[in-house]
């Protein structure tokens, strides 16, 4: 009797785990058949029709081609297909700039937009709300708005660059449109910033000055290290909404120059202009499969915890 209660003591824990597993698992089943539902499904249909010749007018006569919509060669020599579409690289080639720049710029104005946020000084409140009123403009109208500032005609930047159309020039259009998605999703990677660093204990701050450690060494040593899931977090969420930019470009370059620009505008260009089904369910499997890979490498390489 004696040598049996502690074996049972020991066996107690594991049993509430696994009942609390058991649990957790069986109230995770609905949410994983609607996500299978809304999701598996469309993505299942979308890959089965990539390797169709399948149109919008009617998918139903849609035949199998294989993989003709990735890459095809003709009886004379001819290859075609998206990968070797030098306009969809010149899309996935400016979409990747348009991510890399715009949460790279983000998180450092977020970053330090954070830092100044997290102090206390007379009017923080008011200057937090401040803060979020451009994150808080839906992007259609800032798109606008900002369309109508480029314009070099009446336009507030565009007259005082004096340099022709902003919007029609190759080389600045990129940049121009990285400029409206900081200023407008910066208040967002701030805002998340700003929940990292309140939750960092007062007193680790309380022992560096103690130490006599400088508000450098206290940033540079304290912060960013307890910040890091936090902004890891921030940074992958950030990047996948930018890969799969598509509102602010069809707003101010028009849909048929954003296929130039936007990976998510040159699927829809092939889908619904051309009413090509098939190739454009192809792109979106490129698209697909392009931002599941960053996702992965955000993941491993900078060891990202989800919990």
């Known amino acids: 009797m004696t040598k049996s209660q502690p074996a049972l003591q020991r066996r107690k824990p594991g049993g509430v785990l696994a009942v609390r597993a058991r649990t957790a698992v069986w109230f995770l089943v609905p949410a994983l058949l609607i996500i299978v539902l809304v999701a598996g499904y469309p993505l299942f249909k979308t890959i089965s029709y990539s390797f ?38 010149q899309s996935v080639g400016n979409t990747v ?3 890399v720049a715009s949460v790279f710029l983000e998180f450092v104005f977020g970053l330090g937009i954070a830092y100044v946020l997290n102090m ?15 994150w808080a403009i839906p992007t259609v109208v800032s798109a606008q708005m900002w369309y109508f500032m480029y314009n070099d005609t009446f336009g507030l930047i565009g007259q005082g660059m004096g340099a022709g159309a902003v919007l029609a020039d190759s080389s600045k ?6 400029a409206v998605d900081v200023w407008k999703t910066t208040p967002f990677m701030a805002l998340l910033l700003l929940a990292g660093m309140q939750g960092i204990s007062a007193d680790i701050y309380e022992a560096a000055n103690v130490d006599g450690a400088s508000k450098w060494t206290q ?3 304290i912060t960013l ?3 890091k899931p936090t902004a890891m977090i921030a940074l992958i969420f950030r990047t996948l909404d930018a890969l799969r930019v598509f509102d602010v470009m069809a707003v101010m370059l028009g849909t048929n120059k954003a296929a130039e620009t936007s990976m998510t505008a040159f699927a829809r260009r092939s889908m619904i202009d051309y009413q090509n089904l098939g190739e454009g369910s192809g792109v979106s499997v490129l698209i697909f ?13 900078l060891r990202v915890r989800f919990d």
């Open 120 to 134: 206390k000084f007379p009017g923080q409140s008011l200057m937090r709300t401040a803060m979020l009123v451009p």
């Open 225 to 227: 290290p307890l910040l």
């Open 219 to 221: 940033f540079w040593r």
């Open 173 to 178: 259009v990129i940049w121009a449109i990285i």
């Open 97 to 99: 700039l348009f991510a």
């Open 52 to 89: 169709t010749n399948a149109s919008l007018v009617d998918p139903s006569i849609a035949e199998n081609i294989g993989i003709g919509n990735y890459w095809y060669k003709t009886d004379d020599g001819q290859i075609g297909g998206i990968l070797v579409d030098p306009k969809w690289w």
């Open 289 to 301: 499969l392009i931002i599941l890979a960053i996702t992965i490498l955000y993941v491993t390489t």
